[in-house]
């Protein structure tokens, strides 16, 4: 009779694991290309239709698997200071050849996949992985703007890179590009299932670090959109981190297009964790003598993301 494999195969960890809930309204202060296809000469930016009451409107679209894309270079391509390398190559774990290795703090929670055996070299010696399939604990969620504000087009014409050039040289090439116009705003949502604190570090380094880069081409960047939250103006984000999921989400619905009634909504929730409103920034929910629930809110969650940051860069980038 052949034995059954019923485990997960997830590697025992001496660290407890715990979930964790990212939730944000980031803003973009300018124009943003993320691009979908290619239409009539025309670079188009991803949009979706949203029924909101009795209309259809389109709104345009931060996805977050291109989100998730940006996140994960910024770990393959984060600095290792005493190696003077990038923690990719340091891994020898990049895109397409993920490592799929159950240590490496990328594939750990983005998940990572080698389809055939393959040979690395890692620092000028040959490593042999075997065919392996790493499931990613971390999802992403949200990204469908607040305003429906449909994408600007704009003429742009790549010009050949010489200072001076004869008649009959090189024209330039005159193409059209959709952008997402400047300061729509984008709640977005990132879960983590069952990691444990370091495993979660990766995380919130990646969640920080990507912010400067999202978006392709030029410009780029996006920040977490502030307002006044418990008296205080502080950013919209929510770090929850728990074994019972005690707090309401605060997940903006795409129906609805007011940037007033989000902010409340996202607001409202954010300070709602089982059953009580809260009057402080930082709140945990205990059980038979243990904490099933913590929530950090506004300037305390970035500060708690910001530590788990640190921490990485301590670490693993030291």
Known sequence: MATIQVKSGLQKSE???FHFDVYAILEAPQELYFGHETQVNVNMVETVRITAGDDVVEKCYLSPTKRRGVERRSLIWAPVRSAGVLLGDKLACGIPHTCAQPNCPICAVYGGLITSKTDVEIDGKTETRVPTTTVGRLVHGGGVAVQAIEPSEKQRAMHPSTLHRESGSQTPMPFKR??????LLYPVYNHCMSVTDSEFQAVAYAFLDAMARLGAGNPKGVRIYQVEMLSVKQPLLVLDRYMAPLG?????????????DAIQSFVDDALMVYGEKLSTSEHSVPRNEQIVFERWIGDKALKKLQDYAADFATGRLA
Do not use: D, M
Request: glycine share 0%; aromatic share 4%.
């Open 248 to 260: 309401k989400r605060p997940i903006i619905s795409p129906s609805l297009t007011s940037t007033s």
């Open 178 to 183: 959709q952008y997402n116009e400047p300061s």
């Open 15 to 17: 660290q407890a694991r």
